[in-house]
């Protein structure tokens, strides 16, 4: 298995809902990724992940908070979202501290 | 910290033409260099990476870049254009002098490839 899987594909949420975003790997990869990209411009790092500890955090609102419950599974709940979060959300992960990252297909949030 | 730059923000080829999308960068220490391809709607895939050796690296889908250390550079070539490689592509740099994976992207090229 190759590929790093995301769901849902879209989701539409209110401002008051609480959902959650799910990412999977088995490429026994030990470091994964979320980013945050916006309509015509490149990813934003949000969290970076190395074996299963929080690694990374740039400076991203506490409406948004990862989880990673084991080394296969990366998850972002959200809660108290604004309109200006809407964009598509792309999980990475990355076999190594040097290596290329592999993209998950995203998630394509709207806050209405 | 590292940086990168894209120059064009779109660029336009006749199918089966050259294709020549520019990447320059500015590391501390020697970087580790990709280019990922964006087709709409979906994630980014690994078209090719630098990190040691040799610095002309072929990639996916017939695309080839080579790193020049004296222009700081990465740019990426393909012979000849088809219309399937109509996309977004971006050049990223990471440090690998760092604790972590942490990529620098840049703002990004849209190939248009006519017919």
């Known amino acids: 298995d190759t590929e790093v899987t995301q769901t849902p594909k879209h989701l539409v949420m209110g401002m008051t809902n609480k959902k959650s975003l799910k990412c999977e790997q088995h490429?026994?990869?030990?470091?994964m990724y979320w980013y945050k990209q916006k309509a015509k411009k490149p990813p934003e790092l949000m969290f970076v992940y190395s074996y299963e500890k929080l690694s990374i955090n740039e400076s991203v609102p506490s409406r948004f908070s990862p989880e990673c419950p084991n080394s296969s599974l990366l998850n972002l709940h959200l809660h108290a979202l604004q309109p200006e979060d809407s964009a598509l959300y792309l999980c990475a992960s990355s076999p190594g501290k040097t290596s290329e990252q592999y993209f998950g297909p995203g998630t394509r949030l709207t806050v209405t | 910290a590292q940086s990168v730059t894209q120059l064009g923000s779109h660029v336009s080829v006749s199918e089966g033409a050259l294709v020549l999308l520019r990447c320059n960068y500015s590391s501390s220490v020697p970087p580790y260099l990709f280019w990922y391809v964006q087709y709409p709607n979906q994630g980014l895939q690994l078209l090719l990476k630098y990190t040691t050796g040799a610095t002309l690296v072929k990639g996916i889908n017939g695309f080839e870049a080579e790193f020049k250390k004296s222009e700081t550079s990465f740019h990426l070539t393909k012979p000849s254009a088809h219309m399937s490689d109509a996309a977004e592509y971006f050049c990223a740099v990471s440090d690998p002098s760092g604790g972590y994976q942490k990529v620098t992207f840049g703002t990004g090229t849209k190939l248009q490839v006519i017919p």
């Open positions: 490429m026994g990869h030990r470091a």
